[in-house]
């Protein structure tokens, strides 16, 4: 596995507390309704973090089982105290710790970019689901496609040295539409949808963009404090038009959404 998202405890709370109003929660009600949820049914989140989209597929299927798999022990108490009525099991997405078509719908949200072998947790969620069943993914379009991403990532290669579009690169790798049409059909799953939705991730300033994602990655490491600086004033002129009156800039966003069912 290359970066895999592994948090502490308190950062797992700081996600669920920042990152999932600021970005990961307004695309969760829009999976769920991608993979056209039903009343009744059985539903898992694989990769589910701290459990945003468990918690949208809970208010659609209502008494239906709702379970949340993630390899994160931290990410997994975070969701287990919110919400004790779902069910929290760790596993890895490439190796699902479930029996085949023991669900309904299996679901995974922002996180495809961070398995070893996509491919390899498509067919471990094909293998999960009922003859007939939906998996829905959700990713992010590639960074040609972002309008304030696309040009940040190309500001940070001039200061940084081109190796930053790798390094910034993880959350843009898996959303070329073509790729996600080959990954799901090699599972053994056809295709029922693909959508692309423009949406919104909140910063408290354009100076904590490039912050949080120097930090994110072991640019702010390598580069000299100097050009950090030059980095986050150039940031502050690209992106300071997305602020708001309160001085938050709302960049937007792209996501791709894929829902395909198994034959
Ligand atoms: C950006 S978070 C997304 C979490 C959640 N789906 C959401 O939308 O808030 C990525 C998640 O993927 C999990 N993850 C990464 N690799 C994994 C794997 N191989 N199996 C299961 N979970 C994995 C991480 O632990 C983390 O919780």
Known sequence: MTETFQLNRQQAQAYDDLFVPALFGQWAPQLVDCARVREGQSVLDVACGTGVVARAARDVVEAGRVVGVDLNPAMLEVALAARPDLEWVQGDAEDLPFADAEFDVALCQSALFFF???????SEMARVIVPGGVVALQTYAPLAEQPAYGPFVELVARHAGPEARDLLGTYWSQGDVHGLRALTSAAGLSLLELRSSLGVAVFPSAAAVAD??????????????????????DTEDLLGGYADESGAVRLPMRATFVAAFKR
């Open 212 to 233: 949080t994602e120097l930090r994110a990655t072991p640019i702010a490491e390598q580069i000299t404090p100097e050009n950090y600086s030059r980095i986050v004033a």
């Open 116 to 122: 070893a072998h996509p491919g390899r947790a498509l």
